[in-house]
């Protein structure tokens, strides 16, 4: 097949060039070229009416005539106007370069086709240097159609890869190919969404004949590309449920009923209720959960963490909470504590500041089991904290955690539990979890492919010697790995890493390697190059030890040395339907959308900095009525020390303005220890102060429900995800809470956009929509690493509708066929696996 050539198949394409063009605009291969879409069309099919002109219209194509024509000077020379007139209106052409040849060669009163772009100043329109041609000629002329522009670099522009230039690649390519193009969807689907055929939609994609051709062809190659990113997701969901197994949670036990009917402080939401029993037909499957649960700030997340949790200490598993900072695990921690208050259920906390002495008491209590619930930060991840049999794993606030300490806490299962893995099966998961991580590695995976280090070198020739009485090979494929080292009977795995393993995040990518390779049976050991050339004796002996401690029977090949925990991810960022669809369409979604009864709204108003004063006043007020007030700074890690002096002058300002000893002020930001933070911050939650002062640091989940106003300085430079989750943190008790977003006067429109929307509606949904539509998928929290950012020609947000209906079809295609092996279904099948076949890293070696 010709679209799996190189492009240098097509004539006129040097190697030179091709080069260019792939390291550019990533086009390698015919293929690519044929899916490399126009970014927009010139339409030379329509002719505009002067009056219709509008002061946005970009290029316009106009039929007139001269009516005359006149130098007028200016500042440096003069410019040649033409006064350009049809029956509706009179406009003007402009020229500023070669004005002599130009004004000899116009006819004046002699009907014109003119073509450019549309320039609009102090009410009337011109274009400057216009295309023109005599109408009698023009008529002569095969009628020109839409013409594509494609992206280009500079680069490629002062190479001479012009448009022009790439629309002829690409239509001699599609001469060749036209004929053997396959259709890649079924006639079913064809039929029912009325779609043009797939090589239509390309000719019409690159060389449309007009408007109407052009659109039907985009909505084919966008329900098509949607269509096949919703089915590898959706196959991959159903391979994680009918293949990965989880542990059990069978009973409801006297444990969960005992606090459902005994301690449950409040009724549950029907929200909260139907979360719950999504989770428990989850856990009662008998599949692996792995289950994010969206829910707005104050909807009431903890309490189902903790009745999954019970469920799982029912069923005789140990359970745990990681949270993103020290303040937000207290907070767990306390809210736990209290709500498990005169039941027999031990829980602890682990974070950085827990004493070695407790520490090991932790470690202890885990290990035999006698401890049911353990609240933490990061610290939960270390190598020394192992569960006894920990069963489900609650992650709070994902988008703070590097999607690599997810993964880890998967590691932190309890005892094996039969259960088979395929490495395609982790593949999909892990490539899921944590797809930025992931696609490092597959780099860094290329990297060692391409370069034998001296560090290898050396160990190698040793290795060889059989000196160790084992036989390693090298650069052996283990799945979709080549590993440097390995040897087979002990299934033991060593690797080198280079030089360039030196960043956090190929630090992690390294860890993601490394567990997946556990995960598949295998003990894997890490040198660096340092180490090996350093002292090769002792990375030989430190090879010859492992072997000894290798026995084949602990590890059998594919097998596992435990299950993976339930993994319940909580996020109070709300992700919009159509982008939870792309992002996480292969994870299972509950969300909560009701808020506790009895909430008030939070009243928001956005004020300009000049009315200070009567924000100072109006917090006065509310102090006086017993209320606590926070005062948040923006915190921008690029210029750190500024926010951080914008906050102290704040600070000093507040503090002039609301003396001691009436007022007492607690300030929290970054650049405190972790336990001075936690004195203040408690200070605070103590009602001993009455103000807090801080930086965006109390962002995530501080619960203090008598802090009734939240104010918000520079408002204008948080985005609004950040101010929404700022909002949550006031409206949590039962009187009237307020915020109020202070700004500048110089506002950009997306600033007055996102303060508007703050002030218009608390649904963290719409909120969350607006972003979107402002931003794009590529910058919403947790979304930056998802493939939905390398979509072709389709667009989440633009294309929500052919998104959910490509959705809904791969949908009812899985349920009746969820192999795809019915014959009606082989060219979806053939596409559905070349794509899979691509996405993995062999295409790219072999
Ligand atoms: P978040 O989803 O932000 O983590 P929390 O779990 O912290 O929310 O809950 C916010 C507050 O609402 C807590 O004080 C909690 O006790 C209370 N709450 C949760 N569910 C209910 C309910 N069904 N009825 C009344 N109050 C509730
Ligand atoms: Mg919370």
């Known amino acids: 097949m010709i679209l799996n050539k190189p492009i240098t198949y097509i004539s006129g394409i040097s190697s030179q060039r091709a080069a260019l063009l792939y390291t550019e605009l990533g086009i390698k291969k015919c293929n690519d070229l044929l899916n490399f879409f126009p970014f927009r069309y010139i339409d030379k099919t329509q002719f505009y009416a002067i009056k219709e002109l509008q002061p946005n219209s970009s290029e316009v194509q106009i039929v007139g005539k001269i009516t005359h024509i006149k130098s007028v000077a200016q500042k440096r020379g003069s410019r040649l106007v033409a006064t350009f007139q049809d029956a509706t209106g009179t406009m003007e052409l402009v020229w500023f370069r070669g004005q002599k040849w130009i004004k000899d060669s116009l006819k004046v009163n002699e009907p014109y086709v003119v073509y450019g772009k549309l320039n609009h100043y102090n009410g009337s329109f011109s274009i400057p240097h216009p295309e023109m041609e005599l109408v009698t000629e023009y008529k002569k002329k095969l009628q020109s159609k839409m013409q594509p522009v494609y992206p280009s670099t500079e680069k490629l522009t002062n190479a001479g890869v012009s448009n022009?230039?790439?629309?002829?690649?690409?239509?001699?390519?599609?001469?060749?190919?036209?004929?053997?193009?396959?259709?890649?969807?079924?006639?079913?689907?064809?039929?029912?969404?009325?779609?043009?055929?797939?090589?239509?939609?390309?000719?019409?994609?690159h060389f449309p004949k007009s408007q109407e051709s052009l659109a039907k062809?985009?909505?084919?190659?966008?329900?098509?590309?949607?269509?096949?990113?919703?089915?590898?997701?959706?196959?991959?969901?159903?391979?994680?449920?009918?293949?990965?197994?989880?542990?059990?949670?069978?009973?409801?036990?006297?444990?969960?009923?005992?606090?459902y009917s005994n301690q449950l402080p409040f009724d549950l939401t029907n929200a909260q209720k139907r979360v719950l029993k999504e989770i428990r037909k989850d856990v009662a499957s008998g599949a692996h959960m792995n289950r994010l649960l969206q829910g707005d700030v104050g909807s009431g997340k903890t309490i189902v963490a903790l009745l999954s949790m019970l469920l799982a200490i029912d069923n005789g598993f140990q359970a745990t909470i990681m949270a993103p900072t020290e303040i937000l695990a207290n907070q767990h921690y306390i809210a736990v504590s209290e709500l498990l208050q005169g039941m027999d259920i031990k829980v602890d906390i682990l974070t950085g500041s827990v004493r070695t002495k407790k520490r090991r008491e932790i470690h202890a209590n885990l290990e035999d089991g006698t401890l049911h619930i353990l609240i933490g930060t990061h610290a939960l991840l270390e190598d020394k904290v192992k569960f006894?049999?920990?069963?489900?794993?609650?992650?709070?606030?994902?988008?703070?955690?590097?999607?690599?300490?997810?993964?880890?806490?998967?590691?932190?299962?309890?005892?094996?539990?039969s259960s088979q893995r395929e490495g395609a099966e982790l593949r999909n998961r892990y490539e899921t979890a944590r797809p930025s991580v992931y696609k490092l590695m597959k780099e860094l995976q290329l990297e060692r492919k391409k370069k034998t280090t001296e560090a290898e070198q050396i160990l190698w020739e040793q290795l060889k010697t059989k000196k160790l009485d084992s036989k390693f090979r090298r650069q052996h494929i283990v799945d979709e790995f080549i590993v440097d080292f390995i040897c087979i009977e002990k299934n033991l795995i060593?690797?080198?890493?280079?030089?360039y393993h030196?960043?956090?995040?190929?630090?992690?990518?390294?860890?993601?390697?490394?567990?997946?390779?556990?995960?598949?049976?295998?003990?894997?050991?890490?040198?660096?190059?340092?180490?090996?050339?350093?002292?090769?004796?002792?990375?030989?002996?430190?090879i010859s030890q492992e072997l000894k401690n290798n026995s084949e029977s602990s590890l059998p090949l594919g097998g596992l040395g435990w299950a993976p925990p339930h993994i319940l991810v909580m996020t109070a960022t709300p992700i919009p339907r159509t982008l939870a669809m792309s992002v996480y369409g292969d994870l299972d979604i509950s969300v909560i959308d009701e808020l506790p009864p009895g909430r008030k709204e939070v009243k928001t108003v956005h004020r300009f900095d000049s009315n200070r004063l009567s924000v100072f006043k109006f917090m006065k007020d509310e102090i006086a009525k017993g209320r606590q007030v926070y005062i948040v700074y923006p915190l921008i890690q690029e210029s750190e020390s500024m926010d951080y002096k914008d906050l102290m002058d704040g600070f000093e300002s507040v503090s002039r303005e609301f003396p001691l000893p009436k007022y007492q002020i607690s300030i929290v930001h970054g650049?405190?220890?972790?336990?001075?933070?936690?004195?203040?911050?408690?200070?605070?939650?103590?009602?001993?102060?009455?103000?807090?002062?801080?930086?965006?640091?109390?962002?995530?989940?501080?619960?203090?429900?008598?802090?009734?106003?939240?104010?918000?300085?520079?408002?204008?430079?948080?985005?609004?995800?950040?101010?929404?989750?700022?909002?949550?943190?006031?409206?949590?008790?039962?009187?009237?809470?307020?915020?109020?977003?202070?700004?500048?006067?110089?506002?950009?429109?997306?600033?007055?956009?996102r303060l508007k929307t703050m002030v218009e509606t608390t649904d963290g949904f719409k909120i969350a929509e607006v972003d979107l539509k402002l931003r794009g998928p590529g910058n919403l929290m947790g979304t930056q690493q998802s493939g939905v950012l390398n979509l072709k020609i389709a667009d989440v947000v633009k294309d929500s509708k052919i998104l959910v209906s490509a959705r809904n079809t791969a949908i009812a295609l899985l349920q009746e066929d969820s192999n795809l092996s019915k014959p009606e279904n082989a060219m979806i099948k053939a596409t559905y696996l070349a794509i899979s076949r691509s996405s993995k890293i062999w295409s790219e070696i072999s």
């Open 671 to 753: 650049k405190m220890k972790p336990a001075d933070k936690e004195h203040e911050m408690q200070r605070f939650v103590k009602h001993e102060t009455q103000i807090m002062v801080a930086t965006t640091v109390i962002e995530v989940g501080v619960n203090v429900p008598n802090a009734s106003v939240m104010i918000i300085e520079s408002s204008e430079r948080f985005g609004l995800s950040q101010l929404h989750q700022l909002r949550g943190r006031v409206g949590r008790g039962a009187d009237q809470s307020y915020c109020i977003l202070l700004s500048s006067f110089k506002l950009s429109e997306e600033a007055k956009t």
């Open 164 to 205: 022009k230039l790439i629309r002829n690649y690409i239509q001699k390519l599609l001469q060749q190919v036209y004929d053997s193009l396959q259709e890649t969807l079924s006639k079913e689907i064809i039929d029912d969404f009325k779609l043009i055929s797939k090589r239509d939609a390309y000719l019409n994609v």
């Open 217 to 259: 062809a985009q909505n084919r190659l966008k329900f098509e590309e949607l269509f096949f990113i919703q089915l590898q997701l959706l196959r991959k969901k159903l391979i994680n449920k009918t293949k990965i197994k989880g542990f059990v949670f069978e009973n409801v036990g006297p444990i969960f009923n005992e606090f």
């Open 502 to 542: 030196t960043t956090k995040e190929q630090q992690e990518a390294d860890d993601l390697r490394t567990k997946i390779l556990q995960e598949l049976g295998f003990k894997v050991i890490r040198f660096t190059n340092e180490e090996v050339i350093g002292n090769i004796e002792n990375t030989i002996s430190k």
């Open 388 to 417: 006894k049999n920990l069963g489900i794993a609650i992650i709070d606030e994902q988008h703070r955690f590097g999607v690599a300490q997810r993964s880890k806490l998967w590691g932190k299962g309890g005892p094996s539990q």
């Open 494 to 499: 060593i690797e080198v890493d280079g030089k």
